[in-house]
């Protein structure tokens, strides 16, 4: 089928697999009149590349984003926006055993059970370089969130056994590490264990959180369309990810009702809540608090170690997967769950516009 | 919009609310050909009852399922199939507060937001009535599974602070306690601890595991229909689910690669996995070992305790929940995250059987 | 597959087969605040009755749309809005050769082929009683519409031979005939042709047209969901239909540039066209013109005569349709174009809310 | 919204303006296995250029196809198939009075309408242009379908009032004549009649056939995805088509009922009809026939002579449309009716595969 499509009006498809042509992604349903510019997505695309921050400046000529349809004049036409990124390297080298070996841990196996064979260089379309197109994508939803005011807030949480309690968070931090943690401290901490990692040949996982602010109460679609389902979707759909919370999550089934219940009060005539274990949604729909999502990414699948595994014809082997790998893929996907989140509420927001018949015909009268 | 519908091709649509006439589901897509019959329908719709256990045989006659279309002979005919309960009492009757005040953890306040108004009888569409249609289609959807050998096994896996370690399940117990739990010792001391809850006038969450067998490797779609994403929304998409995990979930965040990584070895030509830490997917396409889910139920949030909340005109008031309310919805809850799961299951199985050129060949040649 | 659903944002799901226990429709993402009642509903279903004209008051207790969910106090809430119609005498009986042979321009044999057998009482899913949940659904769909301004007049342009030029067209005649045409003289020749055709145990077809007025310029989307593609596709599902024309249609193709483009003109600043030959769309989307839209209905099937056939097991036979079958089911057919057109026109109205950006600000700042 | 995206398990999604870097299609959900070159996609794109026949070998190095992604080693993957062709010049020059004045027939000014302003170098994303996304999608469908032994014939049945009697259709014509018509002397006739429009600075439209047989019974899904209502949708969704008929169309409804059925008669155990009225097609469902379809083009809008208009700031003007401009799009078009048929009939085949539980079974078990 047709898996690589994502969203109701504001809609991507995304195309490409590690060492093809090309990279990129369709962005189809984008409203008319969004001020957009190929930085604006390279900005985004810094962000997923090893070993940046988010202010870096020199910039590698790699993974450059080119704005191919959709944009007149410097501004969204309302049709299919087409974003590319040129593969560097793409020409058939030697992949050596991944070609008949099974890695652990990846999904080789799997594509070749589902589709008789696999485009077996660098992971082809199960490579983390899928990531791309979503987060092309994401810099344009983010930036029309931006024009609603909307802000999106993603940073690592925890690098393997080092999580930032709650209230150690300054945001301010984020970008000032390469780990984008929100705390040089337990970055330092994240470092050490990295480097133990590193020397162990092995890799290790985190959790990815998200906090968006500005949402206006209602977004979200009762019952399959939830906003926590609709961000759950997303945000499960990237490669790495096995778990997802929004607010307390797994936490809130330890509580007890009464400390769980966020308190409403009033202030100005507007509603407003004392706390939000909820995350941000009641019943499915935001609630004008703070929607708050969190990501668990297992430990990068791609080890030094040698692994017991099988071959394509079922023969027990052993592999250790040579080859630069990345200890950790926590940070680099600190931007693709925030690129999923925006995209999931640009998308709610937009659907929600037909709710009332009043709006209808405050819009058409 | 239209959030009431879930799945591809095979596809649901629920409706009703909570004090409505009815409350059911049409369920499109189902192939043709499947025994069906309004009891297999019926054993499903009685595990969501209050105070049941799976056999019970002293059924009230309530929740009772037609089925109005899509059956003929008592054979599914490949056109929708239409189940319908009758809502008990639905002659309204003074709701009280709870129809000028926002009740703390509930919709009450976004639907408002949303849609100008709301049906305020019993919570109405997001009443936990709602959960009816899924499950009544989910028995459906766990009928064609099990024609084709797949199982599903689900549980509550903790109640508040008491959780089953995997060490100690036991799935021959399930059905003997009225809190599904996969332990006699467990259930006993979860409910020991619920009865705590009551006497405070509290309330508790905990977390649901379903587990499927049988489900042959290769389905899920690369990239956003991936075999987790789509558990991931249809899970989360149940009312009270703030966190789901697939396989180690969570705790894979905080493992090591050469750990959390499952070795392949080879068995009489199959290809099998030593450990499942991934919970069945591989690259979000299902690898042949059981599948693991698991869903963070927040706690119940229906509480006698008086609460701060808002009125609709935006002052300060309190309220206690008056009524008979579950102290946990767990139990109750486990059959729907079973039938999310069915359905999801079943959706991308059907989908899968266009993945190769040389399977439409052997179809239509 | 799940082939009952209707519509992206305003969508409908129909159930139910001839001889069913009961047919019915699910209207989900229709807007909160429409007034709705069952009488609404019914004023729609009376339409398609046999024998009746529009404003026929001796009704026969057949056909009754309850309306199970979704309404309260009287206005759609905006959840799903379950309607359902009872089947009078819905047991089986002798349904006699049709359960073994194939009926000529029937679907027995296509339905037999794709499911590998069906409900044969009465055609089941294939009925013409399949139309009743698009008839329910299309009376909200107009009420929401007639809330915008926008006003939808179908009718019977020609009974088999029998066509009304479009210089002759009064649509204040349309009710006043039992054919729903705009000429008493062409329905009075309609049904002399009509007669002539009952005396010989034959049937006919014919054309309806629909068109709407007060559709603002801008809706229907670029590329695939193009207003007039939208139209098509809603139409052409109506079982009978065969052809559909948007404007001059099929004339447009043997006419000349210069006399079937519609020169525009400028009155009080707006922009308006001379004349109507597009049928109010340019490239797929309205523009601000009356909306024409017709469907060709082919000769009812169901004849008396003897025909040739084949049974079920390959063996050549005749047979002759017994029972009481309408002639020509066009005037029964028009309100069930004029509901398709009303769900299409309100489904793309909603999509386009979100166009632009500057909209999105005026919604949400 | 996104309307750039169509089908359900064969889906595809286009891109690109008439002047923008380049134009595109990302199919998404092709069969693993398929074998597919750019030279396969460049047969297709070159029966869409202007003044070729099929046959032609002096290609011009212009719009070239290259894929992307989604093909390893010669073959599909399952993963999407990006096609890219780059637009050759596509510098901003003067577009003079096109880019302030609306031209009638064309979509100036419902872009306007919609979107608040438009991309107005060449019509933009309404460009007959974006119709090479369709076509290269529709060479890989074509290329499927063709695996399974069905064959798509489109061609040229009218050019303005020159339409070809169906008893003179001699098919091995089709590709000998630049108009694509099974018959030389209608092509002569044809070419007059062209030459006539071109010397009164005038245009004209036509009619498309598309014949598709090896189709096997049951290919379409009641009752809104029935195979008629997805072939209208899709043909009436290319740009200039205006009407869409599916076997006798509009000839059907002035036909009497015992003409128009089709008669079922056995051999050898098959089960065939003796006519073909309904165009292959019973209740929606394939029925083993050939498929028949045809298209009404409307003329092309762009002529040389003047004709009245408005400006953007509504005010009213003339245009005479400057440059070269086909007197007719007719025989480019056929290539494009072809495509979105193939498209509608591969993605429906695909749905087809889970109607039957037992299908299921043999699938899986």
Redesign the interface.
């Known amino acids: 089928?047709?898996?690589?499509?994502?969203?109701?009006?504001?809609?991507i498809?995304?195309?490409?697999?590690s060492h093809?042509?090309?990279?990129?992604v369709?962005i189809?349903?984008c409203?008319?009149?969004?001020p957009l510019s190929e930085e604006d997505i390279q900005i985004y695309l810094d962000r997923r590349r090893p070993g940046q921050s988010r202010f870096t400046t020199a910039r590698q000529e790699s993974d450059r984003a080119?704005?191919?349809?959709?944009v007149?004049e410097g501004?969204?036409?309302?049709?299919?926006?087409?974003v590319?990124v040129k593969n560097q390297d793409h020409r058939s080298k030697d992949y050596g055993r991944i070609k008949d070996c099974?890695r652990?841990?990846?999904?080789d196996?799997?594509?070749d059970?589902?589709?008789?064979?696999?485009?077996y260089?660098g992971g082809?379309?199960?490579s983390g370089r899928?990531t791309i197109g979503r987060v092309a994508a994401g810099a344009v939803a983010a930036k029309?969130l931006y024009?609603?005011?909307i802000r999106l807030t993603a940073f690592t949480r925890?690098i393997?056994?080092v999580t930032i309690p709650e209230e150690e968070y300054d945001f301010s931090r984020i970008t000032e590490n390469k780990l984008y943690m929100p705390s040089d401290i337990y970055a330092k901490k994240a470092s050490a264990f990295l480097e133990e990692?590193m020397k162990?040949k092995?890799?290790?996982?985190?959790?990815i959180e998200c906090r968006i602010t500005g949402v206006?109460?209602?977004?979200?679609?009762?019952?399959?369309?939830?906003l926590?389902?609709?961000?759950?979707?997303?945000?499960?759909?990237i490669?790495a990810?096995?778990?997802?919370?929004?607010?307390?999550?797994?936490l809130?089934?330890?509580?007890?009702?009464?400390a769980?219940?966020?308190?409403?009060?009033?202030e100005d005539?507007?509603?407003l809540k004392?706390t939000n274990h909820?995350?941000g949604?009641?019943?499915?729909?935001?609630?004008?608090s703070t929607l708050i999502i969190r990501a668990?990414?297992?430990?990068?699948?791609?080890?030094a170690?040698e692994?017991?595994?099988?071959t394509k014809d079922?023969?027990?082997t052993t592999l250790a997967i040579t080859g630069r790998h990345d200890p950790v893929i926590v940070p680099r996907a600190v931007v693709v769950v925030e690129s999923m989140a925006a995209l999931t509420v640009a998308d709610l927001?937009?659907?929600?516009?037909?709710?009332?018949?009043?709006?209808?015909?405050e819009?058409?009268?």
């Open positions: 089928m047709a898996g690589s499509t994502y969203g109701t009006l504001f809609k498809t995304t195309w490409g697999e093809g042509a090309a990279i990129g369709v189809d349903g409203p008319a009149g969004l080119e704005i191919l349809s959709g007149f501004r969204t036409t309302g049709t299919p926006i087409s590319m099974y652990p841990g990846h999904a196996y799997t594509f059970a589902k589709y008789g064979f696999r485009d260089r082809g379309r199960s899928e029309l024009e609603l005011g925890s393997g056994a990692c162990n092995d890799s290790c996982g985190g959790v206006p109460a209602g977004i979200g679609e009762p019952v399959f369309q939830k926590d389902a609709a961000l759950a979707a997303g945000i499960m759909s490669g990810v096995k778990g997802v919370e929004i607010g307390d999550g797994f809130a089934a330890g509580a007890l009702g009464s769980n219940n966020d308190a409403f009060y009033a005539h507007h509603i004392r909820s995350g949604t009641l019943g499915g729909i935001s609630d004008g668990a990414i297992k430990p990068t699948p791609s080890i170690r692994e017991k595994t099988v079922s023969k027990d927001l937009m659907v929600n516009m037909s709710s009332r018949v009043e709006r209808l015909k819009f058409y009268l």
